[in-house]
């Protein structure tokens, strides 16, 4: 009767434990060597360095922080715990969404008030990211089928910490060749190679030594008419469809079990949550604008899980449903909504930086309107998409058997 109780350790409890535990041990190392150079950066007064180190820490910590109740839970199972039954989280968590204010607040403090910039800064950053996919997961717990504990921390490990560092270095190597292909167009036009040779004229002074381009000169570059085709090439349809095909490893080991429907498409949102996180909490810490900045960072968490549970679904219709064409739509969804939500992006960043750099204020003003305006919108699909989209599927697609 004990053992029927307890049910025996499987290899899915042993996955979770192995992630789980590989990737608290990675993520709190990598935090204690982060924090070990940012103190000796701060005690020799290289306060810029200092600063950066606090921040990265602060990512990492959070990060490492997210993993510790999936080890705890995996971790029972492996010392003869009883499998946790199916669950659903209760609403009281919802309350997590009151860190966003607290967030804002203390980036208030630091960067309006100056009150202890380098600790206040980066944690109400990871704060403001953390909140929003905290109510995000709940919601869609509730609203979703239910899912035991391990299989619900599996699929948002996998979107933390395994599909982040995949893409990570998928996309290096395609900076390098957008880099390179860049470089090889800017060459066939005149204006083209006095850049060039302007960069590397500046790279040849600096004498392998850390050098900050003037600002008019990055300017010119990034305001290039290849730069720009390359840009938006690169990150608006290259990216999203590495990062949407790679972010459905979520679903990916329970695919012979023929995950279909609403539990395929809940996988998928907490993987692309997951990864929504990861690269919120290791972006740039914001110092002018940083209010809009956050906001933004919570509309890109919205955006990643639809688009990732819509890809996930896309896949199991594909994959498991053999529906081609259901499949490839539900894919091709959620690498526009991405590619859209990129171009935005880049859209708002170059007209303000043109008009830094003394471009058409009315132009950069339009093209600003017109790139917030498609962020919200596409938030606003995705806040509107996630319940309806999961509610629709609870009543009429088919349910996972694994």
């Known amino acids: 009767m004990t053992e029927q109780v307890r049910q025996p350790l499987d290899r899915w409890d042993l996955a979770l434990f192995l992630l789980a535990l590989i990737g608290v041990s990675l993520t709190a190392s990598a935090a204690f060597g ?39 839970n995996a ?40 009150v202890l910039t380098p600790v206040l800064g980066p944690a109400g950053q990871s704060l403001a990211v953390l909140a929003p996919a905290a109510v995000l ?5 509730r609203r979703g089928p239910s899912l035991r504990p391990r299989r619900a921390w599996g699929h948002f490990l996998l979107g933390l910490w395994l599909v982040p560092v995949i893409a990570l270095l998928l996309e290096g190597v395609l900076l390098l060749a957008a880099i390179a292909i860049a470089a090889g167009l800017l060459s066939l036009s005149a204006s083209g190679q006095a850049l060039l040779e302007a960069w590397q004229g500046l790279l040849t002074q600096a004498s392998g030594l850390p050098v900050e381009p003037p600002a008019d000169l990055v300017g010119e570059l990034a305001l290039h008419p290849v730069v720009i085709g390359v840009l938006v090439a690169m990150l608006s349809l ?25 539990p395929a498409f809940l996988g998928g949102v907490l993987g692309g949550t997951g990864f929504a996180l990861s690269e919120g909490l290791f972006l740039a810490q914001p110092t002018t604008g940083w209010l809009l900045v956050l906001v933004g960072r919570a509309g890109a968490t919205l955006m990643h899980a ?38 935005a992006a880049i ?52 349910t996972s058997r694994a």
């Not at 204020?361 to 093209?367: E, F, I, K, L």
Request: proline share 6%; glycine share 14%.
């Open 137 to 141: 997961l709940v919601m869609v717990r």
């Open 75 to 114: 971790g029972r199972r492996v010392l003869g715990g009883r499998l946790a039954p199916p669950d659903t989280p209760s609403a009281w968590l919802y309350a997590l969404g009151l860190l966003f204010p607290a967030g804002l607040l203390m980036d208030w403090l630091a960067f309006e008030r100056g």
């Open 347 to 398: 859209a708002v960043g170059l007209s303000q930086l043109a008009a830094g750099d003394g471009g058409a204020a009315p132009a950069n003003s339009a093209v600003t309107v017109v790139g917030a305006s498609l962020i919200l919108g596409l938030t606003s699909v995705a806040v509107i998409g996630l319940p309806t989209f999961l509610g629709a599927l609870q009543r009429h697609e088919p």
């Open 306 to 343: 639809f688009a990732t549970g819509l890809a996930a679904w896309a896949l199991a219709e594909l994959v498991v449903g053999g529906r081609w064409r259901r499949g490839l739509a539900g894919f091709a969804s959620a690498v526009v909504m991405h590619g859209l939500w990129n171009g």
């Open 34 to 72: 982060v924090v070990t150079l940012g103190l000796i950066a701060w005690a020799t007064g290289d306060m810029e360095a200092a600063e950066a180190g606090a921040a990265a820490a602060s990512g990492i910590i959070f990060v490492c922080l997210l993993g510790l109740p999936a080890l705890v």
């Open 238 to 262: 290259l990216v999203p469809i590495i990062e949407e095909s790679l972010k459905t490893a979520s679903i990916w080991p329970l695919l012979p079990a023929r995950i279909r429907g609403a």
